[in-house]
């Protein structure tokens, strides 16, 4: 009997064990968010019902915007605040960037061109609780703007290391005051227009990028958007990219990517297939965009992608398993051989 129990707790130890360690820790941080900023009223504010700046501003005229920075922590912090242009990051939705990369030629207007921020307000510093206005000027361009003009008054505090826990856990935290300047005459459409597609390398994997231009100062809500690519020959290989509710900036370039993942892109011709459904920002009005297109993949390009990009990663916990698997039957098969050998008794 004592045998038996000791075979038959050791195989529950080491199933035990398998489990344990089949698990990883798991460890989480903490954002710290110590200010916000307060949008003060504008009589040139289209929308009031509008959170960020919505504003009408005859050509050539000046105005001043104005915002409330609020520190509503105990210690003393100094944010950072600039200008900042609307753009398209990769797959759709608006970004905003101190950069005119991503901005097509056909602008000539940007948010960074008209509003500046005064020279006193660019860092603020903020001792606790306390709140500070602080101001940036639009000056409207003379002649007859179209559309939006659109980007954000970017604010941020940069992270600091947390050295009383002796932790090295530092971060930022930012905060995005929308600006819409809205041109004459304002009601105007987008428009989607092909560009081309090139062979790049996303997140470490081969992928195609579709680029379309927002060749239209006005943007473009709630898109929805698939593309399906088609590599011709025997073996058909068929990537597919769905995304939805993504927003493209007035006047910007998107590239719509299609990942190949951990597979090697393949020389090859390949048929383009894409849709774009979205509404106008300025009346929500529906609208849709069609392209296809063949494009050929030569050797040297794919070459190029294939080098620059990551090679699959060997599941060492495969064989972790496998071996912990093997393990656990011979424990298995050595406690019935015992329980056998000793009902035998």
Same mark, same amino acid.
Do not use: C
């Given at each position: 009997m004592r045998l038996r129990k000791w075979t038959t707790g050791l195989a529950v130890g080491l199933f035990g064990w398998l489990l344990l360690a089949s698990n990883q820790p798991v460890s989480a941080a903490q954002e710290h968010i110590d200010f916000e900023v307060e949008k003060v009223k504008s009589n040139r504010q289209v929308d009031q019902e509008n959170r960020f700046f919505d504003l009408g501003i005859e050509p050539g005229k000046k105005e001043t915007i104005q915002v409330l920075v609020h520190n509503f922590s105990d210690k003393n912090i100094k944010v950072h605040s600039e200008i900042d242009n609307s753009l398209t990051q990769q797959g759709g939705g608006i970004i905003y960037r101190p950069t005119k990369d991503g901005i097509i030629k056909e602008t000539s207007h940007t948010l960074m061109d008209v509003a500046k921020v005064h020279r006193a307000d660019r860092v603020i510093t903020l001792g606790p609780n306390e709140v500070k206005k602080v101001s940036a000027t639009i000056t409207m361009p003379s002649e007859q703007t179209k559309g939006m003009i659109y980007g954000a008054w970017h604010f941020i505090e940069y992270g600091?290391?947390?050295?009383?826990?002796?932790?090295?856990?530092?971060?930022?935290?930012?905060?995005?005051?929308?600006?819409?300047?809205?041109?004459?005459?304002?009601?105007?459409?987008?428009?989607?227009?092909?560009?081309?597609?090139?062979?790049?390398?996303?997140?470490?994997?081969?992928?195609?990028?579709?680029?379309?231009?927002?060749?239209?100062?006005?943007?473009?809500?709630?898109?929805?958007?698939?593309?399906?690519?088609?590599?011709?020959?025997?073996?058909?290989?068929?990537?597919?990219?769905?995304?939805?509710?993504?927003?493209?900036?007035?006047?910007?370039? *998107?590239?719509?990517?299609?990942?190949?993942?951990?597979?090697?892109?393949?020389?090859?011709?390949?048929?383009?297939?894409?849709?774009?459904?979205?509404?106008?920002? *300025?009346?929500?009005?529906?609208?849709?965009?069609?392209?296809?297109?063949?494009?050929?993949?030569?050797?040297?390009?794919?070459?190029?992608?294939?080098?620059?990009?990551?090679?699959?990663?060997?599941?060492? *916990?495969?064989?972790?398993?496998?071996?912990?698997?093997?393990?656990?039957?011979?424990?298995? *098969?050595?406690?019935?051989?015992?329980?056998?050998?000793?009902?035998?008794?």
């Open positions: 600091q290391k947390e050295t009383d826990n002796h932790s090295n856990v530092s971060g930022s935290y930012a905060y995005n005051m929308g600006i819409v300047l809205r041109g004459k005459p304002y009601e105007i459409y987008p428009e989607l227009k092909y560009q081309g597609v090139n062979p790049t390398v996303r997140n470490g994997h081969p992928a195609l990028g579709i680029q379309l231009n927002n060749t239209k100062p006005m943007a473009i809500k709630n898109a929805k958007v698939k593309a399906v690519v088609y590599k011709n020959g025997f073996f058909k290989d068929k990537r597919v990219y769905e995304t939805d509710s993504v927003d493209v900036a007035p006047n910007s370039q *998107w590239t719509v990517p299609i990942s190949w993942a951990f597979d090697r892109l393949k020389p090859g011709r390949y048929n383009i297939s894409i849709s774009v459904k979205g509404n106008s920002y *300025w009346n929500q009005l529906p609208m849709s965009w069609h392209f296809r297109k063949k494009i050929t993949i030569n050797q040297q390009q794919a070459d190029k992608i294939n080098q620059a990009s990551v090679k699959k990663p060997v599941n060492k *916990w495969a064989y972790v398993a496998t071996a912990s698997g093997v393990l656990m039957m011979v424990s298995f *098969w050595f406690v019935y051989r015992v329980l056998k050998l000793t009902r035998g008794l």
